[in-house]
């Protein structure tokens, strides 16, 4: 029993571990001015996604449903937080605890949503969950996409119409600009703040699945009619796997929001696409594998920065590399030749095999 | 073994359109009993089985657990009044180690909430600890504790059937249905299982509903019979009595 205890704590200890030394090592080398600026400008991209990333694997490959909509908690998460922010910076305070409470309003806010969406849904059998995320990404987007919120004297200004529909007195300024976002939040994350959060999100997931309520979760992906035979809750432990995935994806929001200058609601951001590369991160990584979404993460970040100089073939090359890597991580006859090379590797350094 | 009766079900009713899948059937159990099932392929015995889980809501009739009426209550809540079940195809968390099939099923037994195993607090270790000792006892009694960390789908088939008992055995029930625990064991292995059941009986004092075809199995441990035929009672009984009934005899040789 303890051999098995221990195979889950040491996945994730080499994880931690991991995370760790690879934030050392970067910050040092990039302390040295040695890690190439094309890499130095990704890092709070790199513990952005993978958030993001780990976050989607606990509804996909932990709790077996398929959302379509990850990137619409994403831009909950970043447009929510940074309202907060930039409200604050108008009023003149600007520090460390300002971005912990966006973070945390991100974090809620995000969370909220998908408890929301979650109840009705995921009552439902089937793909229903699927079809209903893709609608709520693609109607989050649009409408942070379309509003226009104010602030003067008179307080908060909203309207869906137009930049002079909010008639604004003077000295007041605009904190969504429709089309044009969110201008001047400031720059709070750091890779320092954005690897903490990754540490955090890791550490929470590792947790929820290492317990009871993640043992129920994972039983009900299984095998839905034995979980409820033995009583366990189907609504509840979906939702909770539903609802703490929204509140990371939403802390994903939040960096990313903190990471520009400007924050807008477009396709590329927030669109559905947004959600198809963050799924892709998860399957090429392996469904329920945390370690193997952020390395995912990383990989596919970096791999269309490398290609840039090949211009019209990158999107070419890094498609052909995506479904080389897929065979080689999902493909039945792969995963076996690579349990036997294994067990011959055991064998090798005498290790029972049970 | 006492009269107290655990199981009491009066004139239960389905049908899927037009067929009659169980009509008016009925049957009493007591407690510590081993109760057998028996009837021809689409008898309807797995619909009964269905019909005391939850699976289907009867269209009529009356399904008492320790007195209390169960009807209506869905197949979550029903477990949680006490009734347990293995399945004709087995249905394991095929992903999961062997011990957290077991210790899954124990998650209404040991109380701590999900913050305070996120937060690893002494709760969470006091609680696992018991479960992992819950868990390995249950899987001792079928002698599966030495694959208690091989993935469940892993394990051969006999194994499997027998994990199914130990994960039903771990919600605590009073009443467990087992549907055709024998089904593809060879000799030996029904033989291990019938020691097995007497045993669960009288280690947990389990009154225990099965459903098999093995004759073997069903002569060697059922105390009483209920013999199902195109959904209706045929015929119920000692088992003795019933295994020589005219009627019974008919529907099992075909005339
Ligand atoms: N959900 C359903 N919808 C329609 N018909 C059903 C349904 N469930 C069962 N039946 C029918 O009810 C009848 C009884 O089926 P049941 O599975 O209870 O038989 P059984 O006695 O368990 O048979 P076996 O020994 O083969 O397991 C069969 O004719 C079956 O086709
Ligand atoms: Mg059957």
Excluded: W
């Excluded at chain 1, 991209?45 to 909509?69: Q, R």
């Excluded at chain 1, 979980?227 to 990313?256: D, P, Q, R």
């Excluded at chain 2, 913050?115 to 006892?137: S, T, V």
């Amino acid at each position: 029993m303890n051999r098995l205890k221990n195979k889950k704590f040491i996945d994730k200890i080499i994880t931690f571990f991991i995370i760790i030394v690879a934030y050392v090592v970067t910050d040092v080398l990039n302390n040295m001015g040695m890690v190439p600026s094309l890499i130095s400008g990704l890092l709070v991209s790199f513990c952005t996604y993978s958030i993001i990333a780990v976050a989607l694997n606990l509804v996909v490959g932990i709790s077996g449903e398929l959302s379509l909509g990850h990137a619409g908690f994403m831009c909950i998460g970043a447009f929510s937080s940074a309202i907060f922010t930039r409200y604050m910076k108008f009023l003149g305070v600007e520090n460390i605890y300002i971005f912990i409470i966006a973070i945390i309003i991100g974090a809620l806010v995000s969370a909220l949503f998908g408890f929301l969406i979650g109840i009705p849904v995921l009552r439902l059998k089937g793909d229903y969950l699927a079809i209903v995320t893709l609608a709520f990404g693609e109607i989050i987007k649009n409408i942070f996409n379309a509003i226009y919120l104010g602030y003067d004297e008179n307080g908060f200004h909203v309207t869906l119409k137009s930049a002079s529909a909010l008639k604004l007195k003077e000295g007041g300024f605009f904190i969504i600009k429709g089309p044009q976002g969110i201008t001047g939040a400031p720059r709070y994350s750091t890779f320092l703040i954005a690897t903490i959060l990754l540490f955090i999100c890791v550490f929470v997931i590792y947790n929820l699945i290492d317990q009871k309520t993640g043992r129920a979760i994972m039983a009900l992906r299984d095998n839905r009619i034995a979980g409820e035979s033995i009583g366990l809750n189907v609504t509840k432990y979906k939702l909770i796997a539903f609802t703490i995935s929204a509140a990371f994806a939403g802390i994903a929001g939040v960096l990313y929001a903190h990471n520009f200058h400007t924050l807008t609601a477009s396709t590329k951001n927030f669109g559905y696409n947004m959600s198809i590369t963050i799924l892709v991160f998860v399957v090429l990584g392996g469904m329920g594998n945390i370690r193997g979404s952020i390395i995912s993460v990383v990989v596919l970040t970096i791999l269309p920065e490398i290609l840039r100089g090949l211009e019209g073939y990158r999107m070419l090359i890094y498609a052909i590399v995506l479904i080389v890597v897929m065979i080689f991580t999902n493909s039945p006859f792969v995963i076996n030749y690579r349990k036997n090379l294994k067990l011959k590797f055991n064998k090798a350094k005498g290790v029972k095999h049970e | 073994m006492s009269n107290e009766i655990v199981l009491n079900v009066n004139s239960l009713s389905i049908s899927f359109g037009g067929l009659k899948a169980v009509s008016d059937f009925n049957i009493d159990i007591k407690k510590k009993e081993i109760y057998g099932l028996i009837g021809p392929n689409g008898a309807g015995k797995t619909t009964v089985f269905n019909l005391l889980t939850g699976v289907y809501k009867p269209e009529a009739g009356e399904i008492l657990l320790c007195g209390e009426n169960i009807v209506g209550l869905d197949c979550v809540s029903i477990n949680k009044k006490g009734i347990a079940r293995t399945f004709q195809n087995i249905r394991l968390f095929s992903n999961m180690s062997v011990i957290d099939n077991v210790k899954v099923a124990l998650n209404e037994h040991y109380k701590y909430n999900t913050l305070q195993g996120i937060l690893r607090l002494r709760k969470y270790f006091e609680c696992e600890k018991k479960m992992d000792e819950e868990a390995n006892n249950l899987l001792k009694v079928f002698s599966i504790d030495d694959l208690a960390n091989v993935t469940a789908t892993n394990l051969p088939y006999g194994k499997q059937r027998k994990l199914e008992i130990a994960r039903a055995l771990a919600t605590r029930p009073k009443l467990l249905l087992l549907d055709e625990p024998a089904a593809g064991m060879n000799e030996n292995e029904t033989k291990e299982l019938m020691e097995t059941i007497l045993k669960v009986r009288d280690e947990f004092d389990m009154t225990i509903l099965l459903i098999e075809h093995d004759m073997k199995l069903v002569k060697g441990i059922c105390e009483r019979l209920t013999v199902l035929n195109f959904g209706k009672v045929l015929s119920s009984g000692n088992t003795n009595d019933v295994l020589n009934d005219k009627e019974v005899i008919k529907a099992y040789l075909g005339d």
